[in-house]
């Protein structure tokens, strides 16, 4: 045990330091809470040059709960839709996260879960994936990292593994309200990395607010900072922790 939480220590706080793409991409929490029910309804719009991505419209529907103080297990149910089409069912996701480290006793939140995606569009493949998330206070300031590697599987499975990074400052504006910055990039095939402008990299403000303990929203705009990249995604979040 002790090797394995050094282990995903390393792997957590690199993620801070050096932390996937879609218009309802977010940065994970690590954190786990027994017996609670987290209910979510995301969506995202891109604007980008391209007619195959832009005005994209994408839906994603998430179920998670806490089966134990270190172990939560969640669906996700994914939609998109373009101009040209109607709606689309995309992919069913089921996660399971475990977190390791308890900031109580161990000065941070640290967590990994793996997903498997099975992907309803003609000709995909399935991707599972692996997901390390750490957490940080530094005083009253949030900061929050994931890395994570997604493999292909199945019938048209082709590409080797992709690397994938994400980070989340966070701060207190007013008593329900905080502000900050996201940082999201798809660096591409881990065995041959492109340069930065063939990777998907994408920066922007984010802002959550908090109604109480069991209602939030969080929204935020996303610029494209790398030539691949959308040029621009705006995502919106509604939670319910129950």
Known sequence: MTFL???????????LIVSPALATKDVSSPT????????????????????SRD?????????EYGVTDWWATRLNFKLTQLPSTGLEYQATEWENKFQLFFEKTDGFNGAFKVV??????TGSPDIFSLKTMAEK???????RGNLGLDWEVGTF????????????????VTENLSAGIE?????????????????DQQLGPVFVYKFNDTYAI????????SDRASDGTFKLFLKATL
């Open 55 to 63: 005005d994209r419209f994408r839906q994603v529907y998430i179920f």
């Open 137 to 143: 206070k530094f005083g009253a300031i949030k900061v």
């Open 183 to 199: 940082w999201f990039a798809d660096f591409g095939e881990i065995n041959a990395i492109p340069g930065f402008d063939l990777q």
């Open 32 to 51: 786990v809470t027994k017996g609670k029910l987290k209910v979510e309804a995301r969506f995202g719009s891109e604007d980008d040059n391209l007619v």
């Open 157 to 172: 499975s082709g590409k080797t593994a992709t690397l994938n990074a994400a980070a989340q400052v966070l701060a207190p």
């Open 116 to 121: 498997y995606s099975s992907v309803d569009i």
């Open 218 to 225: 969080e929204t935020g705009y996303l610029f494209g900072i």
């Open 5 to 15: 939480k050094t282990t995903a220590a390393t792997i957590a706080f690199l993620a």
